[in-house]
C-alpha cells in the first residue's frame, strides 16, 4: 500500500516534532511525513529524533505558515514530488496569558496571523489536489479553549473558537469530496509552547493593569499551573492520538484528548444554551479559596 503522505506545519517542537517523528518511525512505513517549520535553524531536536527516517519517511521543510508564498510554494514542491497530500495536521500556533487590556494590537494580530489564518493559508492550498483526488484529511489542533472560553486566554481562545467554527463549517461539504475534518481538542500539554508564550509576551511592551486583575491574574497563574501539575499530558500521547485519527477510517469531527481535565466542561457548555453555566464557572474558579 502507498505510504500517505503527510504535511504537519510547527515541527520544530512540542506535538508537531513528536508527531512526525511518530508517524515516520511507523514499522508499516504507512506514512511519509514533510515536517516543517518557520525557522530552519531549530531544526536540530528534529533530525536527532528522526534521524533513522530522515531523508525517508521524514523530511524536513522550511515554511512559515503566515506567508502566502511560503506555504504556496511547500505545498506545490510537496505535490510535485509525490503526486498527493493525503493528510493536513495544522499543528502550529503559539499563546499566551495576559490582561486583553494590557495586550497590544499587534500581538494579537500575529497570534491570529499563526493560529488562524496560518492553518487557513494551508487549507486553502491543500483542498485543491484534495477535491480532484477525492480524498483527504484535514486535521485542525484546537484545544479544550476552542470549546471552553477561559480567563486571562481570551486571544488564545478566540482563535481556537475560529479555528473550530471554520473546520465545522467547511466539513459537510468536503464530505461530499471524500475530504474528512478533524479537530483535536486537547487540554495542558507538557510541552515548551507555555514558555515560549511567555518569552513572546516579555519581548514585548505591555503596561500594566490594574490591582484587582493582577491579584485575580495571580491566582488564576497559580491554579493552572497546578492544574498542569496533575492533569498535563505529553506530546507522545497527542501524536499516538493523531495517528489514531489518520487511520480512522470515518473520523469524528472532534476528538477531546485529556478525560482528566474537566470533561464536564465541555458537556456542560454543550447543554447549555444560555452560557451561564460556563461564566459562573470560571468566576468560581477564580474566586479566593476559603
Not at 472560553?149 to 461539504?173: D, H, Q, V
Not at 499516538?240 to 487511520?247: A, F, G, P, R
Amino acid at each position: 500500500m502507498t505510504a500517505r503522505v503527510v504535511l504537519i506545519s510547527g515541527c520544530s517542537s512540542g506535538i508537531g516534532l513528536a508527531t512526525a517523528v511518530h508517524l515516520a518511525k511507523d514499522a508499516e512505513k504507512r506514512f511519509k511525513v514533510y515536517a516543517t517549520m518557520r525557522n530552519l535553524a531549530k531544526r536540530a531536536q528534529l533530525e536527532e529524533e528522526g534521524k533513522e527516517f530522515l531523508g525517508d519517511t521524514l523530511i524536513i521543510k522550511q515554511m512559515d505558515v503566515c506567508s502566502d508564498e511560503a506555504v504556496s510554494k511547500a505545498v506545490k514542491e510537496i505535490l510535485a514530488a509525490e503526486g498527493k497530500i493525503d493528510v493536513l495536521f495544522n499543528n502550529a500556533g503559539i499563546g499566551l496569558w495576559a490582561a486583553l487590556e494590557c495586550t497590544p494590537i499587534d500581538m494579537a494580530k500575529e497570534m491570529y496571523e499563526v493560529n488562524f489564518f496560518g492553518a487557513l493559508r494551508l487549507i486553502q492550498s491543500v483542498m485543491p489536489s484534495m477535491k480532484a483526488r477525492q480524498s483527504g484529511h484535514i486535521i485542525n489542533n484546537s484545544s479544550h479553549l476552542g470549546i471552553v472560553g477561559t480567563p486571562f486566554n481570551a486571544l488564545y481562545c478566540s482563535t481556537k473558537f475560529a479555528l473550530e467554527g471554520l473546520t465545522e463549517a467547511i466539513a459537510p461539504t468536503l464530505l461530499h469530496f471524500n475530504i474528512k475534518c478533524s479537530l483535536v481538542e486537547e487540554g495542558p500539554v507538557a510541552t515548551a509552547a507555555l514558555i515560549n508564550s511567555r518569552n513572546w509576551a516579555s519581548s514585548h511592551d505591555m503596561p500594566p493593569t490594574d490591582q484587582k486583575t493582577q491579584e485575580l491574574f495571580g491566582r488564576f497563574a497559580a491554579k493552572m499551573q497546578q492544574q498542569f501539575k496533575i492533569t498535563a499530558q505529553n506530546s507522545d500521547e497527542i501524536a499516538e492520538i493523531v495517528k489514531n485519527i489518520i487511520l480512522c477510517e470515518k473520523p469524528s469531527l472532534r476528538y477531546q484528548t485529556n478525560e482528566k481535565y474537566n470533561p464536564h466542561e465541555v458537556k456542560g457548555k454543550l447543554f447549555d444554551p444560555t452560557g451561564n453555566n460556563t461564566v459562573e464557572m470560571m468566576q468560581a474558579f477564580l474566586a479566593e479559596e476559603q
